[in-house]
Nanobody
Framework: QVQLVESGGGLVQAGGSLRLSCAAS????????MGWFRQAAGKEREFVAS????????YYGDSVRGRFTIFTDSARNTVYLGMNSLKPEDTAVYYC???????????????WGQGLQVPVPS
């Protein structure tokens, strides 16, 4: 059973930066595909970014491409989401997720973190 523990959320001013972390444990972590999703109040969950746990190609949602960066530290079993040039519309609960690539890319991974609030006030 994969467990994902997120950290690093919090209020950040527009234009600022933040880095979210997701520590993974259990199961064959190195074989998983990792993703970040977010859900704003009253809106559907949105894909943010994804990457193979051992690194390689990265994928981004259109709304964050060029501002956010996903990367992993396989020695720490941790995936990160670096967020720059934050905007009020980035305000959401951010979730880390893990599973096979096709499940993460389709937005249906089985394993989820607890979620982190990231408010970006206008």
């Amino acid at each position: 059973q994969v467990q994902l523990v997120e950290s690093g959320g919090g209020l950040v001013q527009a234009g600022g930066s933040l880095r979210l972390s997701c520590a993974a444990s259990g199961g064959m972590i190195s074989s998983y595909f990792m993703g970040w999703f977010r859900q704003a109040a009253g809106k559907e969950r949105e894909f943010v970014a994804s990457i193979s746990f051992i690194g390689g190609n990265t994928y981004y949602g259109d709304s964050v491409r060029g501002r956010f960066t996903i990367f992993t530290d396989s020695a720490r079993n941790t995936v990160y989401l670096g967020m720059n040039s934050l905007k009020p519309e980035d305000t959401a609960v951010y979730y880390c997720a893990a599973d096979a690539r096709f499940l993460v890319q389709s937005g249906k991974p089985r394993y989820w973190g607890q979620g982190l609030q990231v408010p970006v006030p206008s």
